[in-house]
């Protein structure tokens, strides 16, 4: 591990026992020049993936709107100090590193870091919550994603310990 991981591990109180225990595995970020913007977010924000992940997502959203389903990003590239503030945020306000580390992976181990992770959402449904399985863009993912190489991360009852993420999609 880096020095510069190792401080915000000290920072966040992310010990030697949650990196033991976390069941991910360690990522490194793309060079700004393999990131490539794809769509405009929800909140006017650039959606940011890894150039060939952008391919793709850009032929699954047009195959996703021939079949009349809008497939809206809502996270895509996450550097490793943006998912440093996240946790941050959250432990300002309260919440216990064990309990986060449930929802939001350990710095360095998010597959957002790697600019082939996608958070969808659907307008007017809460985001990031179970929830967007009852959507028309899930059941579309779940039938056709597949064909684009993008699969779901986090399926109920998964392997790595994280929560069930319905909206959550990697490219590979």
């Known amino acids: 591990m880096n020095k510069a991981l190792s401080e915000i591990y000290r920072e966040l109180g992310i010990t030697e026992v949650h990196l033991k225990a976390c069941l991910l ?13 794809a769509a405009i977010d929800f909140e006017g924000k650039p959606f940011v993936l890894e150039v060939n992940a952008e391919a793709a997502f850009q032929k699954m ?18 550097s490793i100090m943006y998912q440093k503030s996240l946790i941050a945020h959250h432990l300002k306000n309260g919440r216990v ?8 992976a350990i710095p360095g181990y998010s597959e957002h870091h790697t600019g082939h992770a996608i958070d969808f959402h659907e307008i ?9 399985e009852k959507t028309e863009s899930f059941e579309w993912l779940t039938k056709n994603a597949g064909r684009f190489h993008f699969k779901m991360s986090y399926p109920r009852d998964n392997q790595q310990g994280i929560v069930y993420e319905p909206w959550h999609w990697f490219f590979s």
């Open 25 to 37: 595995s360690l990522h490194s970020e793309p060079s700004l020049s393999d990131l490539k913007v």
């Open 61 to 78: 959203k047009a195959a996703a709107l021939a079949d009349q389903i809008t497939l809206m990003p809502y996270s895509g590239f996450r």
């Open 97 to 104: 590193i064990d309990e986060i580390l449930t929802t939001i």
């Open 124 to 132: 007017g449904k809460n985001s990031l919550e179970e929830d967007f």
